[in-house]
């Protein structure tokens, strides 16, 4: 049974950081792209990062650069996303999916910044 379960989603202030993680299980790991996305309300959902799965290359929403860093422990079938100098805007649910021909999502993790 393929499961994406995320974590370390709360409440922070402007300013603040938050590290979110991943835990998969189920399917081979190593060989998926993982990536983050979020959405916040009344909006769609959008890409925040990805890394690939064979190089570990990453990418991200321009909105993120610099603030947001992806990382993956093969060996523990877990995927970070590292959130420093949050903005309100940064409010949204954030999920992670794993994609290698075939799409798994998580179910998401709130996070809000606010003051």
């Known amino acids: 049974q393929v499961q994406l379960v995320e974590s370390g989603g709360g409440l922070v202030q402007p300013g603040g950081s938050l590290r979110l993680s991943c835990a998969a299980s189920?399917?081979?790991?190593?060989?998926?792209?993982m990536s983050w996305y979020r959405q916040a309300p009344g909006k769609e959902r959008e890409l925040v990062a990805v890394?690939?799965?064979?190089?570990?290359?990453?990418n991200y929403a321009d909105s993120v650069k610099g603030r947001f860093a992806i990382s993956r422990d093969n060996a523990k079938n877990t995927v970070f996303l590292q959130m420093n100098s949050l903005k309100p805007e940064d409010t949204a649910v954030y999920y992670c999916?794993?994609?290698?021909?075939?799409?798994?999502w998580g179910q998401g993790t709130q996070v809000t910044v606010s003051s």
């Open positions: 999916k794993a994609a290698n021909g075939i799409v798994y």
């Open positions: 189920g399917f081979t790991f190593s060989s998926y792209a």
């Open positions: 890394i690939t799965s064979a190089s570990g290359r990453t």
